[in-house]
């Protein structure tokens, strides 16, 4: 089993409870990947990764969701991104970064990104955009807002 420091969350945690699919979470801060986590995991199985290089042979198996950081040690998150687009082109794909970079933006929407949620996120954002992009709980495609920017506190 891999831990923590490994760069994959607690795999017991993943194999609990009934669930409405898979998200594979990447991102370099082991602290958002819990948050994503508690937010999640209770309507979805979550795995995460804290690197793309621990995250590429996981892009092998089936998921319903991939929420990725645009920061990340080495391979960044838009190659990260492209990657997975190559291997599984009809799987959603949610950013969620603290970079609100518009350039960076449009080329995460370009590259094949469903959603852009920017750092810190609002709790309900989030359920929001996973509920829409797993078609979970959402019996019509609510307002399609690709990208959420949230000002500066």
């Not at 959603?92 to 590259?111: Q, Y």
């Amino acid at each position: 089993m891999l831990r923590h420091g490994h760069g994959l969350d607690d795999m017991n945690a993943e194999e609990t409870g009934p669930l409405h699919g898979w998200i594979l979470v990447v991102d370099d801060d082991p602290a958002q990947c819990r948050l994503v986590r508690r937010v999640l995991g209770r309507e979805y199985r979550v795995r995460s990764a804290t690197s793309a290089g621990e995250a590429l042979p996981l892009l092998d198996s089936s998921w319903s969701l991939l929420i990725l950081d645009i920061h990340l040690p080495g391979t960044g998150g838009l190659e990260l991104l492209r990657a997975a687009r190559k291997k599984h082109p009809g799987q959603p794909v949610l950013i969620l970064s603290g970079d609100v970079d518009m350039d960076t933006v449009r080329e995460a929407l370009a590259s094949g990104a469903h959603t852009y949620i920017t750092k810190p996120f609002d709790v309900e954002d989030l359920q929001d955009a996973v509920s829409a992009l797993t078609g979970n709980g959402h019996p019509a495609a609510p307002e399609r807002r690709p990208w959420r920017v949230k000002p500066p506190a």
